[in-house]
């Protein structure tokens, strides 16, 4: 079973995006909200291609790390780069963070973001949800945006489904059309926060099979999720975090079946044994 | 024993139903479809106005929002007629015709209620579709009229039906200053005809026939958007 042509077609676009950078660089980031720190100094280096996979306990600040690096969150310490591209500087002045922020709208393009909630929009079709996008930032015509957009959806298996609402679809469907709309903005990185955890148990599988097929094109990715399985066989990468921080970084074998830290293996535990 | 023969009162509907009456219910229907329909449309743009400064949690711009919005809500409209009628122009010097005043006044009046209805319609929607359309690289502009907007007035459309029956009913406030809508004609009838039964039974139902297509409007819309 070869890679079909489309996925050939992703992987060329994806090689050496960012110039040898890495795609997502952490330095010291500290975020807290009012009195309680969330992400307590995290140095974290992706490189462009790798899956990395975090988990971890609610509350270790796994999603606020993904809302910071997706620029929905200010950080108050460290640095963010996309790309080799300052995408966040928590020690950066008022009039430099203006600067940033209006420098970041190509940025901003280059990270796409997947939520556990869908976030589609309900008063739009499939097909409108993602050529919107499509016309409207990556400023096609609305002809040919509508065209990419039933390519993509027909692509995810959903091309009987185009002109349904998102309240028509079931839960496995409306996540690959928000996968299909974030990607239908050619991101060079994404970000997917635990976006099976609301699913069915049945409509799980579909969403990671799209999940697998886009990280064997070469897309970066950064996936927050309790599927161990998917873990295991499609991530680089695993980072455990706890409290606000990196507790333990290694490939999915040792991490998973060998964990040396105490934190990682109390947690593995209570995951696998349920 | 004598009982209270006089409840036979006897129903004379030609009071109603003669081409006089008919002339005067024409203007004022005219004046009253008039003034709810300009209060309606006025109001609804400054309720808008009202709710998004109220949305920008910003110091200055949300106190003022507040203070219109609390005031106007909390004082009978009756009131306000008033004294746009009388006091604003002892004030500010501008005189306003009876006809405007109405319209000034309900249309604040209406403004303050849609403003609470706008900024609840809004203020539903979750942060999430907020979220994905900043991920997506969407404008401040576009998410707010093409994806907040949308569902939000879609959220606010009962309410804002509510709020249109209600300004067709306090049309008729515009009475005491003499704006010639169907309230008014109805009072200078009945002082000449000395038929008050048959006329105001004649006023009610006609108000009726106005507002309750509106509710039917209102419920068609609602079904046809019931996507969210």
Known sequence: MGDSEATQADRSERVNVFGGAK???????????????????IDLAVSEGEVLVLIGPSGSGKSTLLRCIARLLPINAGKVQIG??????GA???????????????????????????????HKTARQNVAMGLHLVRHLSKDEADKSAVELLTRMGLGEHLDQYPGELSGGQQQRVAIARALALRPHVMLFDEVTSALDPELVGEVLSVMREL????????????????ARDVADRVIMMDAGTIVEDGSPTSLLTRPTHARTQQFLQRVVNR | MNILASNAYRWNWDAVFNHDVAHLALVGLKYTVMVT?????????????????????????????YIYVDFFRTTPALVQLIWVFYVLPVLFGV???????????????AGAFFAEVFRGGIETIPQGQWDAANVLGYTRRSTIVRIILPQGLR?????????????????????????????????????????????????????FLLTYPLSLTSSWLERRFRVL
């Not at chain 1, 990280?215 to 998917?230: I, Y």
């Not at chain 2, 449309?41 to 929002?65: D, M």
């Not at chain 2, 009475?175 to 008050?196: C, K, M, N």
Request: proline share 4%; glycine share 6%; net charge neutral.
């Open chain 1, 23 to 41: 795609a997502i660089e952490i330095v010291g980031v500290r975020k807290s909200f009012d009195e309680k720190v969330v992400l307590d100094g």
């Open chain 1, 84 to 89: 080799g591209q300052v995408s966040q500087d």
């Open chain 1, 92 to 122: 950066a002045s008022w009039w430099r963070r203006m600067e940033i922020t209006r420098s970041s709208r190509a940025l901003r393009q280059q990270v796409g973001m997947v939520f556990q909630q869908f976030n589609l929009f309900p």
């Open chain 1, 215 to 230: 990280a064997e094109s070469g897309m970066t990715m950064l996936v927050v999720t309790h599927e161990m399985g998917f």
């Open chain 2, 37 to 65: 329909a300009l209060s309606f449309l006025i109001g609804s743009a400054l309720g808008l106005l009202a709710a998004g400064l109220r949305l920008t949690h910003k110091p200055p711009f949300t106190q003022i929002a």
């Open chain 2, 95 to 109: 005189t306003f015709s009876p006809f405007m005043s109405g319209v000034v006044a309900l249309s604040l009046n």
């Open chain 2, 155 to 207: 959220q606010a459309l009962p309410a804002t039906a509510s709020i249109f029956i209600g300004l067709l009913k306090d049309s008729s406030l515009c009475s005491v200053i003499a704006v010639h809508e169907l309230t008014y004609q109805t009072q200078t009838l009945a002082a000449q005809t000395f038929r008050p039964l048959e006329l105001y039974t004649a006023l009610a139902v006609a108000y």
